[in-house]
C-alpha cells in the first residue's frame, strides 16, 4: 500500500516550486505565488481521474469524512450505519459531528454486510458508510439499492483501496460522496491530506466552505470574502498538496507494481487446503493493496501470523486482535471514555455496543490474516516471501 516507499525527484521538484514562492498556503496571495496552486491543481487532476465532477482537498482522511458528511447536511443526532471493521477514524469522524456511529457486522467481503445494515435503520439513520478495507469494497449495488429505498446517504469510505473498480467506475465515486487518505501510508500520500470526490455540485459547495471557516471563495480579497454558513478549518497546506501532484503523477505506476506483487504472492496461497480469499463482490476490481485470506479456525490464524512472524513475514496483520481496526480493540469507545463530555444519546449508544452481539464479525475477523503488499520488493524477496507464507500456512 505505501506510497512513502516511492518518495522522490517528482515529489521534491513539486514542493520546491511552493518553497521558491513561499507561499505554504492554498488560497491568497496571488501576486507571490507565480502561478502556483499546487491543491486547486490536484483538485482538478483527481476529479478527473476518478471520473467525477467535483473532489475537496483537506487536512486528512478523518477531515474528509467529517467534511463528507456535513455537506450533505448530516450532523447532531442523525445516525451513521458503519462496519465493525475499518480504522478508527469511521466513528471519531461521525462523532466530531455530534452524530452517532452505529456499529453493524461485516460478511465475508471483510465490509459492511448489507443485510445488517438493512436491520439497523431506524427514522434517525441518515448515511451509510461502507469502507473498503484493505483493497476490496464492499457490495456497493446492495448497499445504493438500500440508500435509495430509505433516502440515506451513500459515503464510500475508499481510503484504503484508492484505485480499486465497482462496475467500471472508480472506488468513492459510485456513492453520493467519497473519500480518501493521503497520510503517510495509504497507496499515494501527501505527508498528511485527505479528499471528498462527489458528482453533487451543492456537497462540493458546502465542502469547500465547511473546510475553510465557511469562506464563500469568491472574489481575489480574501478578507473581503462572506460567510454563508458556519465552517472550520480542515484545509490542506500548499505544501501537502504538492506532495501529493507528486505522488498522483505515478498513481498508475504504482497500482500496476501492487498488482504483480499481489499476484505472486496470491498465486502462493491459491490452492493450498484451508484457505480461502476473501470475497470481492461481483464487478468489482480490488487495488491489491493487501492479500486478505481466511484460515478455517480463530486459533490457526492467530497460531499462523505467529508462525509468520518468527519467519520472517512482517506486515502481516491478525485484526482481531488488533488496536486499531476492530471493535475488539476499541475500550475507549465501547466505554465512551472521553475528555470532554459527550451528548447523552451518544454515550447511551456507545455504552450499548457491549451488549451487541457481533458473532458474525468475530466469525469473519478471527480467521483473516491480511498480508501488506509493499512496492519495493525485488523479484527476489517476492519469491523468497511467496515460498515462506507457502510452506508455513501448510504446516499449519
Ligand atoms: C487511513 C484511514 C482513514 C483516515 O485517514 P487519516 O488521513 O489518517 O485521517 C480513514 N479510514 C480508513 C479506512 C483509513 O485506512
Known sequence: MPGFEVFGAQERAQVNEVLETGVLMRYGFDGMRQGHYKALEFEQAFAKRMGVNHCQLVSSGTAALSVALASAGIGA???VIMPTFTFVASFESIMMLGAIPILVDIDDTLTLDPKAVAAAITEKTKAVMPVHMCGSMADLGALKALCQEHDLILLEDACQAIGGTYNGVALGAYGDLGCFSFDFVKTITCGEGGAVITNNSKYKVNADQYQDHGHDHVGSDRGAE?????GYNFRISELHAAVGLGQLARFDEILERQKAHYDILAAALADLPGVHFRRVPQGGVQNYSFVNIFLPTAEQAEQAQKALSAAGIDACFYWFKNNWHYINGWEHLT????????????????????????????????????FLVK?????????HRAQIMRDTLKNI
Open 77 to 79: 443526532g442523525d445516525e
Open 335 to 370: 466505554q465512551a471514555k472521553s475528555v470532554a463530555p459527550l451528548t447523552p444519546e451518544l454515550k447511551d449508544t456507545l455504552l450499548g455496543l457491549k451488549s451487541k452481539d457481533f458473532r458474525q464479525s468475530d466469525h469473519f475477523m478471527g480467521r483473516t490474516l491480511s
Open 226 to 230: 462572506t460567510h454563508p454558513t458556519l
Open 375 to 383: 512496492l519495493g520488493w525485488d523479484e527476489a524477496t517476492l519469491d
